[in-house]
């Protein structure tokens, strides 16, 4: 029986391929995006509002071009996808340094949003899917690592060089790092593992011993239970940060101090995502799902009435943010089998890439009409314990057709 170190060793330019991909999606990632929002704002002179809403039409159009991306995962290798996507999110980077014009905005977001959330969180999560069975949890919290790193450090990073830096110039410099991360795939993806090596033996297989195609899964009713799964994180956590700096001015803190706490959120989803994957492996996922997104229920509880401080709120945000990342991307491929998971996860992604157009435009429009995030964070608790109700219902009835070995 191999060591955690062993496994490493093993597989590490394809675990690091992974990290590479995920932390580089940050370009596109909601948390980073809202660093500028005050700049945006204030040079395209737009309301909560009107950001909320150009950022919601850009999101959702990336969202519907996910179905179609997405399926791609089945047809090109990781190192050719990956390439292509980091290029295209280097020229969305420029895109945003350089753009004038609050017409080509949205056009922006919509590039950003596609290329790093969409497309490089994607590919990540359909490599470790269908590159590691036995050990799919802890690979795909391995590889999810990425995100972590991301937002552990670019949102302190970036308030710091914003004191000497310009804006615009900051998203060059995303720009070139993006470049960077062509090389360093390519060099790690030299020797890759393929879609075609994988075979259907049972531990690959979902429901009723098959792999499922993706018109099949919309005909199932455990997609449609798991919708609110998959869109609540996106659009709320999305929201929460969307508004981050706003919200710092509402509880009366800095935005300094407001990113001083990612860190610990970052440590606190590591933890979650580790300990995910080991359960995942050894348990399956149908007797995780069902409660993964309670602490969600307490974390905007906590930023809604701050009963418990604000630290409070990014430890239970964080407890289903790590879980989210490994338990969904092992759902698929558990439930629907792993010969169509990209065609399948594409419209996962594209569920939670729409999610998180809903999120900000809703809460920004909600503001606008003097309904506060406080207010509004009360009723997103109430959302999550339905979403909670929904996966149970699903998963119960889902898993009595699953392999005897889920």
């Given at each position: 029986?191999s060591t955690?170190?062993?496994?490493?060793?093993?597989?590490?330019?394809?675990?690091t391929a992974?990290i590479?991909?995920?932390?580089?999606?940050?370009?596109g990632?909601?948390?980073?995006?809202?660093?500028?929002?005050?700049d945006i704002?204030?040079?395209?002179e737009?309301?909560?509002?009107?950001?909320g809403?150009m950022?919601t039409a850009?999101?959702?159009?990336?969202?519907i071009?996910?179905?179609?991306?997405?399926r791609?995962?089945?047809v090109?290798?990781?190192?050719?996808?990956?390439?292509?996507?980091?290029?295209?999110?280097?020229?969305?980077c420029?895109?945003m340094?350089?753009?004038p014009w609050?017409?080509?905005l949205?056009?922006v977001i919509f590039?950003l949003?596609l290329?790093?959330?969409g497309m490089m969180s994607h590919?990540?999560a359909?490599?470790?899917a269908r590159w590691?069975v036995?050990?799919?949890g802890r690979?795909l919290?391995?590889?999810?690592l990425?995100?972590?790193?991301?937002?552990a450090?670019l949102?302190?990073?970036?308030?710091?060089?914003?004191?000497?830096?310009?804006?615009?110039?900051?998203w060059?410099?995303?720009?070139?790092?993006?470049?960077?991360g062509?090389?360093i795939?390519?060099?790690?993806?030299?020797?890759?593992?393929?879609?075609?090596s994988?075979?259907?033996?049972?531990e690959s297989l979902?429901?009723?011993?098959?792999h499922?195609s993706?018109n099949?899964?919309l005909?199932?009713p455990?997609?449609?239970?798991?919708?609110?799964?998959?869109?609540?994180?996106?659009a709320?956590?999305?929201a929460f940060?969307?508004?981050?700096?706003h919200?710092?001015?509402?509880?009366?803190?800095s935005?300094?101090q407001?990113?001083?706490?990612?860190p610990?959120?970052?440590?606190?989803?590591?933890?979650?995502m580790?300990?995910t994957g080991?359960l995942v492996?050894?348990f399956?996922?149908?007797?995780l799902l069902?409660?993964?997104?309670?602490p969600m229920?307490?974390?905007?509880?906590?930023?809604s009435?701050h009963?418990?401080g604000?630290?409070?709120g990014f430890f239970?945000?964080?407890?289903?943010a790590?879980a989210?990342?490994t338990?969904i991307?092992?759902f698929?491929?558990?439930f629907?089998g792993?010969a169509h998971?990209g065609a399948i996860?594409?419209?996962a992604?594209?569920?939670m890439?729409?999610?998180?157009?809903?999120?900000?435009?809703?809460?920004?429009?909600l503001i606008?009409?003097?309904?506060?995030?406080e207010a509004q964070?009360?009723w997103?608790?109430?959302?999550?314990?339905l979403a909670?109700?929904?996966?149970w219902?699903?998963v119960?009835?889902?898993?009595?057709?699953?392999?005897?070995?889920?």
């Amino acid at each position: 029986m191999s060591t955690l170190s062993d496994y490493l060793q093993d597989n590490a330019r394809w675990l690091t391929a992974g990290i590479l991909l995920t932390c580089l999606s940050s370009f596109g990632q909601t948390f980073f995006i809202a660093l500028f929002a005050d700049d945006i704002q204030s040079v395209f002179e737009l309301s909560h509002g009107g950001w909320g809403s150009m950022y919601t039409a850009g999101t959702t159009a990336s969202a519907i071009v996910m179905v179609w991306a997405g399926r791609q995962a089945d047809v090109f290798r990781v190192r050719t996808l990956g390439v292509l996507s980091l290029l295209a999110l280097a020229l969305a980077c420029i895109a945003m340094s350089l753009n004038p014009w609050l017409w080509a905005l949205p056009f922006v977001i919509f590039a950003l949003r596609l290329t790093g959330q969409g497309m490089m969180s994607h590919i990540a999560a359909v490599a470790m899917a269908r590159w590691f069975v036995a050990t799919r949890g802890r690979a795909l919290s391995i590889s999810a690592l990425g995100f972590s790193i991301g937002q552990a450090f670019l949102p302190i990073a970036v308030v710091a060089l914003m004191a000497f830096l310009d804006w615009h110039v900051i998203w060059l410099l995303c720009a070139g790092i993006s470049l960077i991360g062509i090389p360093i795939l390519m060099m790690l993806l030299s020797k890759e593992r393929t879609p075609a090596s994988m075979t259907e033996s049972s531990e690959s297989l979902g429901m009723n011993g098959r792999h499922w195609s993706r018109n099949e899964m919309l005909k199932h009713p455990l997609f449609w239970l798991m919708v609110p799964a998959i869109l609540g994180p996106s659009a709320f956590s999305t929201a929460f940060f969307f508004h981050q700096v706003h919200y710092a001015s509402v509880i009366g803190i800095s935005t300094m101090q407001m990113v001083s706490y990612f860190p610990f959120f970052t440590a606190m989803i590591v933890i979650a995502m580790i300990l995910t994957g080991m359960l995942v492996d050894r348990f399956g996922t149908p007797r995780l799902l069902p409660y993964h997104q309670l602490p969600m229920v307490a974390a905007f509880a906590i930023f809604s009435t701050h009963i418990l401080g604000l630290g409070w709120g990014f430890f239970f945000l964080a407890l289903t943010a790590g879980a989210q990342t490994t338990l969904i991307a092992a759902f698929w491929a558990e439930f629907y089998g792993t010969a169509h998971l990209g065609a399948i996860k594409a419209i996962a992604a594209a569920v939670m890439v729409l999610g998180s157009a809903i999120g900000p435009g809703l809460t920004g429009i909600l503001i606008d009409f003097g309904i506060g995030l406080e207010a509004q964070y009360a009723w997103v608790a109430i959302y999550f314990v339905l979403a909670s109700i929904s996966i149970w219902i699903g998963v119960s009835n889902a898993r009595k057709s699953l392999p005897s070995t889920a």
